[in-house]
């Protein structure tokens, strides 16, 4: 007899989304560094295309306005890229948002071994398990970084204006604008992934009795 049953893709979707719901308050803790790592990253980005954009726009006082906001324009440049500091900020905003992601996770991983235990007893197979925290981090990354995105865009703006002035909002790029919106959001769902896989491979090869055996 055939114990180990096959569970359609929607019903692992949606039993990631009730676990999500029942954790909301760790949930939200997990996506908290998440959401400001894709904002500091979409903060960076956002204010560097602002910046472009004033300056391919030719507008007169447009290159004193950048000098006095701080920005280095060297004679003829057509572009404006991010200093070598600003880089490691961001590659270091990264790395302590991925580090905190798989705290977290193998904390969450911790807390369900009754329920890991219960689900494969019941004849789940290491790749539910694997799929069902992956959706899990799929869903958190997503709504995480969509909300950094949106505050890091909206900082880059308020900020660009109080420093520079209005004149930014004539010369304002919006496709490049929404293509780092989108890069960071994508960054933020491949950190997540990342951050979740060595959680995730742990529960899944965990024994069903060494599981049951844990006392909560």
Request: aromatic share 6%; hydrophobic share 55%.
């Amino acid at each position: 007899m055939q114990r180990l049953v096959a569970l359609p893709f929607s019903t692992s979707v949606e039993i990631a989304y009730k676990s999500i719901r029942v954790r909301f308050f760790r949930s939200l803790i997990t996506t908290t560094s998440l959401v400001l790592a894709v904002a500091f990253l979409c903060y960076v980005q956002s204010t560097t295309d602002i910046a472009n954009g004033l300056l391919r726009s030719h507008i007169p006082g447009s290159i004193d306005a950048l000098a006095k906001a701080g920005h280095d324009v060297p004679p003829g440049a057509t572009s404006i890229g991010e200093t070598a500091k600003q880089q490691w900020l961001i590659f270091l905003s990264l790395l302590v948002c991925v580090v905190g992601i798989v705290n977290a996770q193998l904390m969450a991983v911790t807390e369900r071994f009754r329920e890991i235990g219960t689900m494969k007893c019941l004849g789940a197979l290491d790749r539910f398990i694997l799929r069902l925290f992956m959706l899990e981090a799929t869903m958190l990354g997503f709504v995480g970084s969509l909300a950094g995105a949106l505050v890091g865009l909206l900082a880059a703006l308020l900020n660009s204006a109080l420093i520079i002035g209005p004149i930014i909002f004539s010369s304002l790029p919006i496709g490049a604008l929404a293509l780092t919106a989108g890069k960071a959001i994508a960054t933020g769902c491949l950190l997540s992934l990342i951050g979740v896989t060595y959680p995730a491979i742990t529960a899944a090869r965990m024994a069903p009795v060494e599981a049951m055996r844990v006392e909560q």
